[in-house]
């Protein structure tokens, strides 16, 4: 039996989650919105149009942030489009994803669907086709209070009081060719600072996200970043990172290596943001913005397919299975484990695009939940507090020259509710004999010990058949947690401890 040991310690600690760690994309994609989250001839539709099964289905999920609309959408998008009389916005084309955008689903519905499911907005600008001057004129729409053409536009549109949008993502994806109005990393450097500065005159309060790349494979990587941060190194308070991993080569020890690759990629931005730093003699530290990540693969044939220009056509629907459910756990563990840095993640998307919930149009189940929303569900709710280093040693096996431990983990403290919480994944096809040591949290008791296993990795969950349960194989050693953890399991551990501060 393969054998892994772990120890924290009260004093040892990496850093505060942000709670806006667990956030989402909704993109004006697909069934993302229309048919996704807003359906107003549905029969579980509320007065605004927002189906209330996907409400409580995302509520389960516990998303503080929503970045939106795109995505590669937003490159394309003009807001102004999604705003006033519902009759009068335009039918326009979508470039990013060859479908029709209605409009009818908007910035209002946006805020006002945020409000509902108890979200905060991430709103991303146009930095593709647009620039300085409709950024600058949507912050004023949204925050500017009243006595201006544009803020007296929203208060007419319905909205008094406003928005008060924090958070701003400038553009998305702009180093990659496949985006409308690609940029050059100086191109884009160069807008972002003017963009920004424009957009913190209107409103001095807001916190701006700049563009990284879009993948760790990019052949601009690292470039990129240190000559856009160049440009924009005191505008920001945010650098995005992206990334999506793929089971395409059928090499399960691969794809469950994911995370390593991972973990590579936040270590490689934090050097170059810290290298700029250095450079340029500044004292502010620049924090990441994981703000999309996810598998994606499964639904790639099946949008080759697809008719251009269609009003919400099934575009990624990923039907996930359940090694794809361990890889989205252990993703999930490498933030946690980089919450001093990593302060915003988006899991991109929430519903039926590369998403944990999926609708159907009509009938009964009205919704299905995927096998990735299990373990994502479990540590947005209990990966909170403060992430807590620990020392790990597990048997590993190497791939491309990288180390990869069988099994991975995070450990959260909270403080607010004297809990620890410990997430732990046996990526191995055995059993393994696990110790936990729990150094100087008195007084432990075991609150909950779940696991997430016994699922062919290759069944996916339409049947609603999948389901967490009771982690039985555990004791409790004085401070030490041991016990077995099936092959291929995500689990996760909730121990009450005395208040440490
Ligand atoms: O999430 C799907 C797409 O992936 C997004 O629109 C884009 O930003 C990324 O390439």
Same mark, same amino acid.
């Given at each position: 039996?393969?054998?892994?040991?772990?120890?924290?310690?009260?004093?040892?600690?990496?850093?505060?989650?942000?709670?806006?760690?667990?956030?989402?994309?909704?993109?004006?994609?697909?069934?993302?919105?229309?048919?996704?989250?807003?359906?107003?001839?549905?029969?579980?539709?509320?007065?605004?149009?927002?189906?209330?099964?996907?409400?409580?289905?995302?509520?389960?999920?516990?998303?503080? %942030?929503?970045?939106?609309?795109?995505?590669?959408?937003?490159?394309?998008?003009?807001?102004?489009?999604?705003?006033?009389?519902?009759?009068?916005?335009?039918?326009?084309?979508?470039?990013?994803?060859?479908?029709?955008?209605?409009? =009818?689903?908007?910035?209002?519905?946006?805020?006002?669907?945020? =409000?509902?499911?108890?979200?905060?907005?991430?709103?991303?600008?146009?930095?593709?086709?647009?620039?300085?001057?409709?950024?600058?004129?949507?912050?004023?729409?949204?925050?500017?209070?009243?006595?201006?053409?544009?803020?007296?536009?929203?208060?007419?549109?319905?909205?008094?009081?406003?928005?008060?949008?924090?958070?701003?993502?400038?553009?998305?994806?702009?180093?990659?060719?496949?985006?409308?109005?690609?940029?050059?990393?100086?191109?884009?450097?160069?807008?972002?600072?003017?963009?920004?500065?424009?957009?913190?005159?209107?409103?001095?309060?807001?916190?701006?996200?700049?563009?990284?790349?879009?993948?760790?494979?990019?052949?601009?990587?690292?470039?990129?970043?240190?000559?856009?941060?160049?440009?924009?190194?005191?505008?920001?308070?945010?650098?995005?990172?992206?990334?999506?991993?793929?089971?395409?080569?059928?090499?399960?020890?691969?794809?469950?290596?994911?995370?390593?690759?991972?973990?590579?990629?936040?270590?490689?931005?934090?050097?170059?943001?810290?290298?700029?730093?250095?450079?340029?003699?500044?004292?502010?530290?620049?924090?990441?913005?994981?703000?999309?990540?996810?598998?994606?693969?499964?639904?790639?044939?099946?949008?080759?397919?697809?008719?251009?220009? =269609?009003?919400?056509?099934?575009?990624?629907?990923?039907?996930?299975?359940?090694?794809?459910?361990?890889?989205?756990?252990?993703?999930?563990?490498?933030?946690?484990?980089?919450?001093?840095?990593?302060?915003?993640?988006? %899991?991109?998307?929430?519903?039926?695009?590369?998403?944990?919930?999926?609708?159907?149009?009509?009938?009964?189940?009205?919704?299905?939940?995927?096998?990735?929303?299990?373990?994502?569900?479990?540590?947005?709710?209990?990966?909170?507090?403060?992430?807590?280093?620990?020392?790990?040693?597990?048997?590993?096996?190497?791939?491309?020259?990288?180390?990869?431990?069988?099994?991975?983990?995070?450990?959260?403290?909270?403080?607010?509710?004297?809990?620890?919480?410990?997430?732990?994944?046996?990526?191995?096809?055995?059993?393994?004999?696990?110790?936990?040591?729990?150094?100087?949290?008195?007084?432990?008791?075991?609150?909950?010990?779940?696991?997430?296993?016994?699922?062919?990795?290759? =069944?996916?969950?339409?049947?609603?058949?999948?389901?967490?349960?009771?982690?039985?194989?555990?004791?409790?050693?004085?401070?030490?947690?041991?016990?077995?953890?099936?092959?291929?399991?995500?689990?996760?551990?909730?121990?009450?401890?005395?208040?440490?501060?």
């Amino acid at each position: 039996m393969l054998k892994a040991s772990f120890k924290i310690n009260s004093d040892n600690r990496i850093g505060k989650i942000d709670p806006r760690m667990w956030g989402s994309l909704t993109e004006q994609l697909g069934r993302g919105v229309y048919t996704g989250i807003y359906q107003p001839d549905h029969p579980l539709a509320d007065e605004n149009g927002f189906r209330k099964d996907v409400v409580s289905a995302i509520k389960k999920l516990n998303v503080p %942030l929503i970045r939106y609309p795109g995505g590669n959408f937003v490159s394309g998008y003009n807001w102004e489009d999604g705003i006033g009389p519902k009759e009068e916005r335009p039918v326009k084309l979508d470039l990013a994803w060859k479908s029709i955008e209605t409009n =009818q689903f908007g910035l209002h519905e946006f805020m006002k669907w945020c =409000q509902t499911i108890g979200a905060q907005a991430d709103m991303a600008i146009n930095l593709g086709t647009r620039g300085i001057d409709s950024a600058r004129n949507l912050v004023e729409y949204c925050n500017f209070p009243k006595g201006t053409y544009l803020s007296d536009l929203r208060i007419k549109n319905g909205q008094t009081e406003p928005f008060n949008i924090k958070l701003w993502s400038l553009g998305n994806e702009m180093d990659g060719e496949w985006q409308i109005g690609h940029k050059t990393a100086t191109e884009y450097g160069r807008l972002a600072h003017e963009t920004a500065k424009a957009m913190k005159i209107v409103d001095p309060t807001i916190e701006l996200i700049a563009c990284g790349s879009s993948l760790h494979t990019m052949d601009t990587f690292g470039v990129w970043e240190e000559t856009i941060l160049d440009h924009i190194y005191d505008d920001v308070d945010y650098l995005s990172l992206h990334q999506y991993y793929d089971n395409d080569d059928h090499d399960i020890k691969k794809f469950l290596s994911s995370s390593v690759d991972l973990d590579s990629l936040i270590n490689d931005v934090i050097a170059i943001c810290d290298a700029v730093k250095a450079r340029k003699h500044q004292n502010k530290t620049m924090y990441l913005a994981m703000d999309e990540w996810n598998v994606w693969y499964h639904s790639k044939k099946a949008d080759d397919k697809q008719k251009p220009w =269609q009003i919400a056509p099934p575009l990624l629907e990923d039907h996930y299975n359940f090694a794809d459910a361990l890889v989205v756990g252990s993703l999930a563990m490498v933030l946690m484990n980089h919450a001093d840095r990593v302060k915003i993640g988006c %899991l991109a998307q929430l519903v039926n695009v590369i998403a944990p919930i999926m609708t159907n149009i009509s009938g009964t189940p009205t919704i299905w939940l995927q096998s990735i929303f299990y373990p994502f569900m479990q540590i947005s709710n209990y990966g909170q507090g403060e992430t807590l280093r620990v020392q790990s040693h597990s048997e590993s096996y190497s791939l491309e020259n990288r180390v990869v431990p069988y099994v991975e983990t995070s450990a959260a403290y909270n403080s607010a509710k004297n809990e620890i919480v410990l997430f732990i994944e046996n990526k191995a096809d055995k059993e393994v004999e696990i110790s936990y040591e729990i150094d100087d949290f008195p007084a432990i008791n075991i609150i909950e010990a779940t696991q997430f296993c016994g699922y062919d990795l290759e =069944q996916t969950n339409e049947d609603q058949l999948m389901k967490i349960e009771e982690l039985k194989q555990l004791n409790l050693d004085s401070n030490r947690v041991v016990g077995k953890l099936e092959a291929y399991s995500w689990n996760m551990i909730r121990l009450s401890v005395k208040d440490k501060g």
